[in-house]
């Protein structure tokens, strides 16, 4: 009688190869529905505040806070079901190779020949993103207007978030597919070496999108101007020079219009810095803190105008303390870290995908017997092959971001902000209805972000010194 290891030797290597990469991907999915339930677990027993946060949050909105995180796990597991379902059946039915031969027949017409491998390559691209966008509108629309809607966070109409959807997917396009195409082509005629050129190639796509984003790109979704004269702006100022961070520009990001979620973040390299804030950031800013003016139109046709009873957002001294954590990061030379990270990765990838390359049983695997596409090549091993690789580097990332954070806070301390922070975390916490209790494993694996009480004693424990 034959054991289940002798069966699987006798297989093809094609055959391993892909029943492994199934394998793989059901085990990941198993683990993190795990995780998932051990949080959803918290969520449903952990009813009352604990004795621990009863000084910074009130039952009402601890109340809030869980309905919402266990409305939005709920969501995550059934998304993710359907996610895992729709992957299996698509590498089951021979999903990739069928949407390269459509590719090829769409491009075919368009008189262009198998010998145009980058066209076909494109038209399969864009067929893909097609797809997944198509498959992934009612999972979004779920969530925007049944979830986010519930809880009070959406502020976008069924027209305006069309409208939006559209327009990322034409930019994403517009993006996309150049840069796939000249990727494309340094690989073909790279040679021994086209690992280095295209590993170059990324690199440098990379700095240049991280540096127009905010100018050119994130303004086609919403409206950024420049923040006021005024009491802020100057402590913003005085702040960067004190630490010599080389701000140039300051903006106001309209983000009210689409939701009441808040955030903050830098942007530029060298001397060209900008800080961009959330208006749902500023108490003093935010247009859902404002009554809409009689006769008013325009965006609000588009963007409903949910005014709330109570304040949302920070005052000017906490803000001043998210943004010496935000700085801190910069000072602490993390942003420069993560990019060397990042491109040390992405180096190793290439490299290895240039040793793989040239194996015929990867491609077997996955239903091209005849042909090797290098667009399929990329996909197989940066996607399937690479996945236990990349699960590992996910982990150990939010492993150094979680300390980051820590150090970013313990810089806001150093120019003393501790009790302003402490103060701006509860607010934020409070408006982004973030629920402060975890399972200690689901906070381990997947917050990039240290638990709020851990990061408030520590702050604590800063005011008392």
């Given at each position: ?375 399929i090549g990329l996909m197989i091993i940066f996607q399937f092959i690479f996945s236990p690789y990349n ?75």
């Amino acid at each position: 009688m034959a054991l289940p290891g002798d069966l699987w030797a006798e297989l093809p290597a094609e055959k391993r190869i892909f029943c492994s990469v199934l394998l793989f991907s059901w085990a990941v999915y198993l683990w993190e529905a795990f995780l998932a339930h051990r949080q959803r677990r918290v969520y449903r027993t952990t009813t009352h505040v604990p004795q621990e946060l009863g000084q910074i949050m009130d039952s009402e909105t601890f109340e809030k806070s869980r309905l919402y995180q266990l409305d939005k796990s709920t969501f995550s597991f059934w998304s993710g079901l359907y996610s895992e379902v729709e992957g299996t059946m698509i590498l089951l039915c021979g999903g990739i190779p069928f949407l390269w031969n459509l590719s090829g027949r769409i491009s075919g017409r368009a008189g262009f020949g198998p010998e145009y491998e980058i066209v076909q390559s494109l038209v399969f691209l864009l067929l893909a993103t097609l797809f997944s966008a198509v498959t992934g509108l009612p999972w979004s629309l779920y969530n925007t207007f049944i979830i986010e809607e519930k809880h009070g966070f959406n502020q976008q109409t069924l027209g305006f978030f069309l409208k939006d959807a559209i327009k990322k997917f034409i930019v994403t396009q517009c993006i996309l597919l150049p840069v796939t195409s000249l990727l494309l082509y340094i690989i073909k005629i790279g040679g021994d070496y086209f690992f280095i050129y295209a590993w170059l190639f990324t690199l440098v796509v990379s700095l240049v999108l991280v540096t127009i984003y905010a100018d050119y790109i994130a303004p086609l979704f919403d409206k950024f101007i420049p923040l006021p004269e005024g009491e802020l702006k100057q402590q913003i100022e005085t702040m960067a020079k004190s630490i010599d961070f080389p701000l140039t520009k300051v903006y106001v990001v309209e983000g009210s219009k689409r939701s009441s979620h808040s955030n903050a973040y830098f942007y530029g390299f060298f001397k060209n810095k900008r800080i961009v804030l959330f208006d749902t950031l500023l108490e003093d800013y935010s247009a859902l803190n404002k009554e809409p003016a009689e006769g008013e139109d325009g965006e609000n046709e588009e963007t409903k105008s949910k005014t709330k009873n109570k304040k949302q957002g920070c005052k000017n001294e906490e803000v001043l303390a998210v943004l010496g954590h935000e700085l801190g990061h910069w000072k602490l030379g993390h942003t420069v870290k993560n990019i060397i990270i990042s491109q040390m990765n992405s180096f190793l990838c290439f490299f290895l995908f240039a040793v793989l390359i040239g194996r015929k049983e990867l491609f077997a695997a996955f239903g091209f017997y005849d042909t090797q596409p290098t667009l399929i090549g990329l996909m197989i091993i940066f996607q399937f092959i690479f996945s236990p690789y990349n699960e590992v580097l996910s982990f150990c990332l939010t492993v150094l971001s979680r300390r980051f954070e820590f150090q970013a806070d313990a810089f806001a301390k150093e120019l003393g902000k501790a009790k302003d922070l402490y103060s701006a975390l509860i607010k934020l916490n409070k408006d982004n209805l973030g629920f402060p209790v975890s399972d200690w494993i689901f906070s381990m694996w997947h917050y990039s972000h240290p638990p709020l009480l851990e990061r408030l004693q520590a702050l604590k424990d800063a005011k008392q010194e």
